[in-house]
């Protein structure tokens, strides 16, 4: 198994550019969820899915899109991007196990700096 | 705002030296959880403990949890060079019926060899 994989591992843009970040998880879990990680802010949760079709918000969403098409993949769009969007974003998936009783695997992040 | 916040922020011990950090939370949990990450890479969990657990091993980890002051610690015995890392607790609300994980700030570890 390959686990989580995030693509691309490296991304500038520039302001207003918009693009795709790819997550895809070969361990047919459930939950996905994206988090941005900026330096003495930990990681923030952007977005978060607990099945194919079902996407939800979590502490910063705006400037940001998600689908869940298929259990496999979770990709989060940036809409037009700003350099307050510069930051290192993680991709986590997890088995349901029912209100977080399970660990969380992660992607190996995606450093995106937009200028 | 985020669920957990970790004290210190960070931490420089001598190798074989014992590290501790801690945690503390806001709301009611269901269960607290402790990841690593190592520079430029993911998170990796470490250890999990429900909230009507007090004390969990693993190995040279011991983590405490005291709900009554929503606080847990990670302590790691007889540190080695590589236990140098940023480590992560992370909260799953009891209220939350979809599991989300929230993550505090980090403790940046550093073991001199």
């Known amino acids: 198994n390959a686990g989580v994989t995030q693509t691309p591992k490296f991304q500038v843009l520039k302001t207003g550019q918009s693009m795709t970040l790819q997550c895809a998880q070969d361990m047919n879990h459930e939950y996905m969820s994206w988090y941005r990680q900026d330096p003495g802010m930990g990681l923030r949760l952007i977005h978060y899915s607990v099945g194919a079709g079902i996407t939800d918000q979590g502490e910063v969403p705006n400037g940001y899109n998600v689908s869940r098409s298929t259990t496999e993949d979770f990709p989060l769009r940036l809409l037009s991007a700003a350099p307050s969007q510069t930051s290192v974003y993680f991709c986590?998936?997890?088995?349901?196990?029912?209100?977080?009783?399970?660990?969380?695997?992660f992607g190996q992040g995606t450093r995106l700096t937009v200028v | 705002s985020q669920q957990g916040e970790e004290d210190p922020q960070a931490l420089s011990i001598q190798e074989g030296e014992n590290a501790t950090m801690n945690c503390s939370y806001k709301?009611?949990?269901?269960?607290l959880q402790w990841y690593r990450q190592n520079s430029g890479r993911g998170l990796v969990h470490l250890i999990l403990i429900r909230s009507n657990e007090r004390e969990k091993h693993s190995g040279r980890l011991r983590v405490t949890l005291d709900t009554s002051k929503k606080s847990s610690s990670l302590l790691i015995t007889a540190s080695r060079a590589a236990d140098t890392a940023s480590y992560f607790c992370?909260?799953?609300?009891?209220?939350?019926?979809?599991?989300?994980?929230?993550f505090g700030q980090g403790t940046t570890l550093q073991v001199k060899p």
């Open positions: 992370a909260t799953a609300r009891l209220s939350s019926n979809t599991g989300k994980l929230i």
């Open positions: 709301t009611s949990i269901n269960n």
């Open positions: 986590a998936s997890r088995t349901r196990g029912g209100t977080g009783r399970t660990e969380a695997f």
